[in-house]
Each structure stands twice: as C-alpha cells, then as structure tokens.
C-alpha cells in the first residue's frame, strides 16, 4: 500500500530555531506539494515541484521558509528562524503524471509544528 | 484567479442525501474541480474530480452545470463516518494555479 510519509509527525521548539521537516513522496510520482494548515488560514498551498524542479513557491514567506527535493525520494521543508506564528500542521503531498497536470493528490499524514 | 467558497458547515441525518455547494466564479477554462476529505488528524483524501456535468464514482456524484460557476458535491445516503470536512479544490497545474476552498464541516447525526 503505497503512501506519503512524513518525519517528524510532531515538532516541538522554540522561537528562533531552526526546523526541518521531510517528505517521502509515492515512488513513481514525479510531483510534490507542501501544504500548511491552520485553524484560520486553512489549507495554504506553499510550494510545489514538479520532476524535482520548483514549479511555484508564491505561496511561501522567502526570507525564513526554503524547500529543496535533493533526489526523487526526499522533499524537505525548513524554516530558519522558526516563529510562533509558524505553528500549524504542514502537509507534503504527491501526484503521478507527465502530461494530465490535474492528477488525485495523495497527502501524507502531516507534520504537526508547535513554536514556542 | 479563481477563488471558492462553501458553506463553513452543514448537518445532516444518517440515511440522508448530502448535497455541498462550491462557488467559483471566476474559474478558468484550464480549471478542474476536485472535491476531497479530510477526517481529524489526517490529511485529506481525494474524493471526486470533474470538468462538466456529472461525474460519478463508488462513493459520491459531482454535478456541474453548463456555466461552470458551481459545482454541487453529492453524498448518497450518508452514514456516521461521513462526518468530515469536505474541501472543494479548483485549478490547474498547468498554470500553477490550485484554489482550495475554507472546507465545509459536515456533521452527521444518528
């Protein structure tokens, strides 16, 4: 049963330092998303990468928020300084396919962050 | 730019049909509609997804009218488990635009 995972499933920190949080997409898919969640914002797309390459970050604050896939089977989402205000669930997600660009997402089971 | 809006909630009886609403007005003609589950502590779970007029699988139907403004989610006969939030999606990757919609928490009753 194939399936997104996610490390760590929960963060604990303190304002100012810095978190790094991991996603193993689906093997086979070639496009992942970062999502994040908050009780009032909702779900937030943040970035996502297409063959490994960034596709689209705007939803992501560029002075503290940074995500890299260093191969196929590792995307990474860090932020450096951490704030309070970054405190929410953040969700990666994968989705086969080359030419239909409007594939099912499969999300994994999110990375719970809390900044002191 | 594509923006959605749903009902924040909606209740409903075991045994029910469940019918949510998704306005997108501005949608795109590169646009599709997604509609996904989300149950507590879980990410969310694709549900149904469609271009024009009905779409239906094992588990809901999706109706579109001609305009393509709405989209109208349909749960047949809803049971306990049901109870979820539902989220509407527009979009395409191909010009990288994805709109979620703030989610529809729908709660359903014995």
């Known amino acids: 049963d194939a399936r997104v995972t996610q490390t760590p499933r929960h963060k604990v920190t303190e304002m100012g330092q810095e978190v790094t949080m991991r996603c193993q997409p689906i093997?086979?898919?070639?496009?992942v998303f970062w999502y994040r969640q908050t009780m009032m914002q909702g779900l937030e797309l943040l970035a996502y990468?297409?063959?490994?390459?960034?596709?689209?970050d705007s939803g992501m604050p560029k002075d503290r928020f940074s995500a890299e896939m260093p191969d196929a089977t590792l995307a990474t989402l860090k932020i450096q300084p951490s704030e309070p205000r970054d405190s929410a669930v953040y969700f990666c997600?994968?989705?086969?396919?080359?030419?239909?660009?409007?594939?099912?997402?499969?999300f994994g089971p999110g990375t719970r962050l809390t900044v002191l | 730019l594509a923006k959605t809006t749903q009902p924040i909630s909606m209740d409903s009886y075991e045994g029910q049909e469940v019918n949510i609403t998704c306005s997108h007005n501005?949608?795109?003609?590169?646009?599709?509609i997604t509609w996904y589950q989300q149950f507590p502590s879980q990410g969310p779970r694709f549900i149904i997804q469609?271009?024009?007029?009905?779409v239906t699988n094992e588990v809901a139907s999706l109706f579109i009218p001609a305009d393509r403004k709405s989209s109208t989610l349909s749960l047949p006969r809803v049971s306990l488990s049901d109870t979820a939030v539902y989220y509407c999606?527009?979009?395409?990757?191909?010009?990288?635009?994805?709109?979620w919609g703030a989610g529809t928490k729908l709660i359903i009753k014995p």
């Open positions: 469609g271009y024009k007029t009905k």
């Open positions: 501005n949608i795109a003609t590169n646009d599709y």
């Open positions: 990468f297409r063959n490994r390459a960034p596709l689209d």
């Open positions: 997600a994968s989705a086969p396919g080359e030419g239909n660009f409007y594939n099912e997402q499969f």
């Open positions: 093997l086979g898919h070639n496009t």
């Open positions: 999606l527009v979009g395409a990757y191909s010009n990288y635009q994805l709109i």
